[in-house]
């Protein structure tokens, strides 16, 4: 029999002996942290921005043509970027979903300074009086610049947790779909069928530690386990069962991540 989900939970924190995996997300923003070690992912390619930051003495590696080792510093992959990763000790994943930011001008690993992806780091944590989108801002010169965004295409972005067919969206919005997809590729740089996998892909990592991975895929709009499966590998480089081991046992979320999953700070 399977089994029913029937909230959404937009946040978990996992332990076993000692080790601790955490997931939040709200709107275009998800976090992930492990303070275990990770072996190199399979090849991937994010339609979001990725902050890779090592913590407490961890290290990072990114192959992405060329290979990126930082302990001092954080790494941004740009969306798109087709990249391996691989951890030494603890370390954060921040995904900016592409709507959120400037277009990427190339496909590259770039080297942050690590104070400035802690500044963004610190900022999830709504009651230190950093905002969010000025700590962002410091990670790459394009991140200050405004950028008006079609409200057209911002509409549809925001339905595309709730979308399953989008000629229905588009319709709505009063305009072809082939016109849709154009208009949000030019927009943000991401196909809209990616970023809708995407945000299907969040809400799934999201419920895994409390559902099959077969009923995970249903609810959120996958064909079937296989493709949640294939979604996952292709974007994060690793399957459901790796991104959360339901044999962890489950304990409250860190306030910080917590707290900034509740207010959906973007």
């Not at 780091?121 to 905002?131: C, F, M």
């Given at each position: 029999?399977?089994?029913?989900i029937v909230t959404r939970p937009a946040s978990w924190h996992l332990e076993r002996d000692g080790r601790q995996v955490t997931f939040a997300s709200c709107g275009q923003l998800s976090v992930y942290t492990d303070t275990a070690s990770t072996r190199f992912s399979a090849l991937r390619a994010l339609p979001a921005w990725t902050l890779l930051v090592p913590t ?211």
């Open positions: 029999m399977s089994t029913a407490d003495g961890g290290i990072v590696t990114v192959k992405a043509g060329e290979v990126v080792r930082v302990d001092e510093d954080a790494v941004l992959m740009p969306p798109g970027t087709w990249h391996q990763v691989a951890t030494r000790g603890p370390h954060v994943g921040v995904h900016l979903s592409a709507p959120m930011t400037p277009r990427a001008d190339g496909a590259r690993p770039r080297r942050v300074a690590l104070t400035a992806a802690q500044r963004v780091l610190e900022s999830l944590a709504v009651d230190s009086g950093i905002e969010f989108s000025s700590a962002v801002a410091d990670l790459h010169p394009t991140f200050r610049l405004p950028r008006p965004i079609d409200p057209r295409v911002a509409f549809a972005i925001d339905a595309l947790p709730g979308t399953y067919r989008l000629d229905v969206l588009a319709a709505e919005i009063g305009m072809s779909p082939s016109r849709l997809r154009a208009l949000t590729h030019d927009a943000v740089g991401v196909p809209l069928t990616q970023l809708r996998l995407w945000s299907r892909l969040t809400q799934a990592i999201a419920l895994l530690p409390y559902a099959s991975t077969a009923d995970v895929a249903a609810t959120t709009g996958f064909a079937d386990q296989a493709h949640l499966t294939r979604t996952a590998r292709r974007f994060l480089g690793r399957t459901p069962a790796e991104l959360s081991p339901r044999s962890f046992e489950r304990r409250a979320l860190n306030p910080r991540w917590r707290a900034a999953a509740a207010t959906g700070r973007r």
